[in-house]
């Protein structure tokens, strides 16, 4: 796996309580998305966005994201990506759902 991560890529992460998704973290870098964000903070160019279990944006303060993501410059902001690279032989896994669109 190559870093950073390119443009385009998107992350998501299901959040499961009691056997169902009960919210969903997820993350995407496109160019110019790190514009107008304070060096302090930025994360390259990726952006965050926390959603509930029926999809719906959930409002939040996202420099919780930024300040937590940053000392992870490294492997492209993301935690555990070393691990995500081992099980998906090196190369980005399925798409596992698409939480910014209607079902």
């Known amino acids: 796996m190559t870093f950073p ?3 385009g890529s998107i992350i998501v992460v299901e959040n499961v309580a ?3 998704v009960a919210s969903y973290a997820a993350m ?4 110019g ?3 107008g964000i304070p060096d302090v903070l930025k994360n390259g160019d990726w ?3 926390l959603f509930n ?3 719906e944006v959930r409002e939040f303060n996202y420099a919780k994201c930024l300040a937590c993501h940053t000392p992870k410059a490294s492997t492209s902001y993301v935690f555990g990506l070393a691990e995500i ?6 190369g980005a896994s399925p798409p596992i759902s698409d ?3 209607s079902p």
């Open 99 to 101: 939480v910014g669109r």
């Open 85 to 90: 690279a081992t099980l998906t032989d090196g």
């Open 53 to 55: 279990g029926k999809r």
């Open 33 to 35: 998305f790190g514009d």
């Open 47 to 49: 952006t965050y966005a």
């Open 28 to 31: 995407e870098s496109r160019a």
């Open 5 to 7: 991560l390119p443009h």
């Open 18 to 20: 009691d056997g169902a």
